[in-house]
């Protein structure tokens, strides 16, 4: 069974940076597309990065420049930097993966920026 786990989330003011941690088990992870959603309060669930098994990066376009998805296939962890955050970013951030044709979603983090 495969297992992410998210963390990192918090409350930062407009402008602040934030690093969001998945960490995941249960699946080869060095060859899995690894991705971060998001889901802003009263609002559908939207992509927001993700990140293929050879490290190529994807962005949502109100993230482009600001914020930036890496990998590290040693510890199972695919990361989330975000920098200059804006009260629109506030959302909680969830991790998912594809694998064996099932759809995987950790319980997500919260995150919250103040203006």
């Known amino acids: 069974q495969v297992h992410l786990v998210e963390s990192g989330g918090g409350l930062v003011q407009a402008g602040e940076s934030l690093r969001l941690r998945c960490s995941a088990s249960?699946?080869?992870?060095?060859?899995?597309?690894m991705a971060w959603y998001r889901q802003p309060p009263g609002k559908q669930r939207e992509l927001v990065a993700n990140?293929?098994?050879?490290?190529?990066?994807n962005y949502a376009d109100s993230v482009k420049g600001r914020f930036d998805i890496s990998r590290d296939n040693k510890w199972n962890t695919v990361f989330l930097q975000m920098n200059n955050l804006k009260p629109e970013d506030t959302a909680v951030y969830s991790c998912?993966?594809?694998?064996?044709?099932?759809?995987?979603w950790g319980r997500g983090t919260q995150v919250t920026v103040s203006s």
């Open positions: 249960g699946l080869n992870f060095k060859i899995a597309t």
């Open positions: 998912t993966t594809r694998w064996r044709s099932r759809d995987f």
């Open positions: 990140i293929t098994s050879t490290g190529s990066p």
